[in-house]
């Protein structure tokens, strides 16, 4: 009940396309839903983050659509771009606004955005 | 504004030795998490510090101990390495009750044990 599910875990697109990731979890109690963006060699890099109670959240190139009754939310990316290339986390967090902020991670999606 | 730190960046241990890792939180935070990425894997928790205490704690062993010190930086230690504590760990700061709850992550410390 604790695990994120994450997929695909490959992806590839070519540059200006829409890459979307998606997450499934179990546990209604999770709220705090944040991506991560790691380079290799490097440590992940929080992307965008969303709460239960909105639907969706945008910045920038990237949106987060959250589907509370289907237990699921994704990662879309629009515009893709050849620095887009790295391998993504979605996770999910209890308590993160008061004293919890355990984040359980997905397995991870390696993007490859093509010129 | 230094985000966070750690230290040192790579390390080569054998098997049943001890390790300590060393982290510094962005400034202004003042909970610390650590993480253990197996490669090709995602993050797995292992204890998080609040205070100087451990407040959470992942499916680790008791070999994985840490401390948090009054500037809030803090260590992970690990005894009797083994040839899968192999990984690199992460070190993740907040500052907690935080409106928005982010937490960032250090470059990560690269462990090999042999």
């Known amino acids: 009940q604790q695990q994120v599910k994450q997929s695909p875990q490959s992806l590839i697109v070519q540059k200006g396309g829409i890459s979307i990731i998606n997450c499934a979890y179990e546990?209604?109690?999770?709220?705090?839903f944040p991506w991560y963006q790691q380079f290799p060699g490097k440590g992940p890099a929080l992307l965008i983050a969303?709460?239960?109670?909105?639907s969706e959240k945008k910045e920038g190139r990237f949106t987060i659509s959250f589907n509370k009754s289907a237990k699921q939310f994704s990662l879309h990316i629009m515009d893709s771009q050849p620095g887009d290339s790295a391998t993504y986390f979605c996770?999910?967090?209890?308590?993160?606004?008061?004293?919890?902020?355990?984040?359980?991670f997905g397995q991870g999606t390696e993007l490859s955005v093509k010129p | 504004d230094a985000g966070v730190t750690q230290s040192p960046t790579h390390l080569i241990k054998t098997r049943g030795q001890q390790v300590t890792l060393r982290c510094s939180p962005k400034?202004?935070?003042?909970?610390v998490s650590w993480y253990q990425q197996a490669l090709g894997q995602g993050p797995q928790f292992i204890f998080q510090?609040?205070?100087?205490?451990?407040?959470q704690r992942g499916n680790f062993p008791d070999r994985f101990s840490g401390h948090q010190f009054p500037n809030y930086s803090s260590e992970l230690n690990v005894n009797a390495l083994l040839l899968g504590d192999s990984a690199l760990y992460l070190c993740?700061?907040?500052?907690?009750?935080?409106?928005?709850?982010?937490?960032?992550f250090g470059p990560g410390t690269r462990l090999t044990v042999t």
């Open positions: 400034s202004g935070h003042d909970t």
């Open positions: 996770a999910a967090s209890i308590g993160i606004y008061n004293q919890g902020g355990k984040l359980i």
């Open positions: 546990n209604t109690a999770f709220d705090y």
């Open positions: 993740a700061s907040r500052l907690s009750g935080g409106a928005e709850g982010e937490q960032y």
């Open positions: 510090y609040y205070e100087e205490e451990e407040r």
């Open positions: 969303i709460r239960p109670d909105v």
